[in-house]
């Protein structure tokens, strides 16, 4: 079993960066793909963007291209997502994710097995 634990959230004016942390515990295998996905209230859950494993490829969403950077800290079991120049519309509850998948679909949440519990985040104009 996995565990999934997210930080950083918060509130930030439009423009403004945050970095967020999902540190993981349990079975870590070593051949995961870590994504970061988002949801508001009453929408579809969408992935935002992903790393491989080893952290050989990234992925983003187009909406985040540019702006958003994932990574990882294998020696802490630690992923990030640096988000910087945020916009309104990037106001989510953001979770973090483990998948076992190493196919070409990144982004289909179902094909992650092991999810955190989120970490709001704010940006006001």
């Known amino acids: 079993q996995v565990q999934l634990a997210e930080s950083g959230g918060g509130s930030v004016q439009a423009g403004g960066s945050l970095r967020l942390s999902c540190t993981a515990s349990?079975?870590?295998?070593?051949?995961?793909?870590w994504g970061w996905f988002r949801q508001v209230l009453g929408k579809e859950r969408e992935g935002v963007a992903v790393?491989?494993?080893?952290?050989?490829?990234?992925y983003y969403a187009d909406s985040v291209k540019g702006r958003f950077s994932i990574s990882q800290d294998v020696a802490k079991n630690t992923l990030y997502l640096q988000m910087n120049s945020l916009a309104p519309e990037d106001t989510a509850m953001y979770y973090c994710?483990?998948?076992?998948?190493?196919?070409?679909?990144?982004?289909?949440?179902?094909?992650?097995?092991?999810w955190g519990q989120g970490t709001q985040v704010t940006v006001s104009s």
């Open positions: 349990g079975y870590i295998y070593s051949g995961f793909r």
């Open positions: 994710a483990a998948s076992y998948y190493s196919g070409d679909y990144v982004f289909r949440d179902y094909m992650y097995s092991y």
């Open positions: 790393i491989s494993r080893g952290g050989g490829n990234t």
